[in-house]
């Protein structure tokens, strides 16, 4: 029986629509095939071209982390040694003694020399001829010659910077301070500070604390000096503020604490965090404005006394301090090339 004209046309036309879905079907595979591809060359091409940039040491990042790349270069240097050997000391060392002050044996302790470009209290002057309670550079203090020539060179800056001042240092000392002293007593008694004061009075109504004098406790930093007892630091002191009493504790201490603002009480506390093995690194200038690394770290004392402290070892090292922390163990101080 023949079919049905209307029949036929239906037929053809499904097949013709059947034929445009696999058309469409074959092109999207083809088309979703070769954008794969492409992502896969491009992805390959990127590879390629960040690991090109890390074998030649190059980089596009920029910004806050090129910045903190550089600064740990600059602290720590390449290769902070890791080796460590024991150092038998010449007497046992008390974790009570030093306060960042290297102790006998490992840095000058000699005492006196001439201040420069400040006045020195002379007390039996004043009492036996009538003058005026100081004298002119030339007096003579008991003062450890590191802490001293720093005082030199951080009083001559002043002067140069702020002209002719009535600064003064009115004690200075190295004996015993007693178990009962005060706290300003222990450190004056240690031969590394110094009580500040003025006379007469400035004539523009500047006070240690205040004008010109601010000076110092903006800029002892670099003198290897710091602000004993900053007003603003009672809380971790345990003392009221005292704009007149500077302490020498070393360029390298000297520096971070500056940088980070933070006074003797907190830094201890900070070293404690670091070890042989992890030690801090500092970057620094000298006596001599030369530029200088050293890494810092805390040992425990057994007992409050060492008998052994552990060195940082290697070509790197060119020497080393130690002091106590004044409780429980010692900051060792390794100076690196």
């Known amino acids: 029986m023949p079919k049905e004209p209307g029949k036929i046309r239906s037929e053809y036309l499904f097949a013709a629509l059947m034929c445009i879905v696999v058309a469409l079907c074959l092109t999207v595979v083809i088309v979703t095939n070769s954008c794969s591809v492409d992502d896969e060359g491009g992805s390959d091409s990127e590879s390629g071209t960040s690991s090109d940039a890390?074998?030649?040491?190059?980089t596009e990042s920029t910004g806050s982390d090129a910045d903190v790349s550089d600064v740990s270069d600059a602290v720590s240097g390449p290769g902070i040694p890791t080796d460590v050997r024991?150092?038998?000391?010449?007497?046992?060392?008390k974790a009570t003694e030093g306060l960042l002050v290297p102790l006998p044996g490992s840095s000058s302790d000699a005492v006196g020399g001439k201040l420069q470009n400040i006045y020195a209290w002379n007390a039996s002057k004043y009492a036996n001829e009538g003058e005026h309670p100081y004298s002119y550079s030339g007096t003579k203090l008991e003062l450890r010659e590191d802490a001293l020539t720093a005082l030199n060179a951080m009083t001559t800056a002043f002067r140069e910077t702020q002209g002719k001042t009535n600064l003064l240092v009115s004690r200075s000392y190295l004996s015993s301070p007693g178990?009962?002293?005060?706290?300003?007593?222990?450190?004056?008694?240690?031969g590394c500070a110094v009580e500040l004061g003025l006379y007469p009075a400035d004539p523009d109504g500047d006070t240690l604390g205040s004008g010109k004098f601010l000076w110092l406790a903006d800029n002892c930093a670099n003198y290897g000096y710091i602000l004993r007892y900053p007003a603003e630091k009672s809380a971790a002191t345990h003392e009221s503020g005292n704009a007149g009493l500077y302490r020498y504790v070393g360029f390298e201490h000297a520096a971070y604490m500056g940088a980070n603002h933070l006074c003797l009480e907190e830094y201890l506390e900070a070293v404690r965090t670091y070890s042989s093995s992890s030690p801090l690194t500092?970057?620094?200038?000298?006596?001599?404005?030369?530029?200088?690394?050293?890494?810092?770290?805390?040992?425990?004392?057994?007992?409050?006394?060492?008998?052994?402290?552990?060195?940082?070892?290697?070509?790197?090292?060119?020497g080393y301090t130690y002091s106590g922390n004044g409780s429980d163990g010692f900051v060792v101080t390794c100076f690196l090339s």
Do not use: H, M, W
């Not at 890390?54 to 190059?58: D, E, F, N, R």
């Not at 024991?86 to 060392?93: E, G, I, K, R, S």
């Open 54 to 58: 890390a074998l030649s040491g190059q």
């Open 86 to 93: 024991n150092v038998t000391l010449d007497a046992p060392a």
């Open 179 to 190: 178990t009962d002293a005060k706290a300003a007593e222990k450190n004056l008694a240690s």
């Open 282 to 318: 500092i970057a620094y200038k000298d006596v001599n404005g030369l530029e200088k690394t050293c890494a810092v770290y805390f040992v425990p004392a057994t007992g409050g006394e060492a008998a052994q402290l552990p060195v940082l070892s290697g070509e790197r090292v060119t």
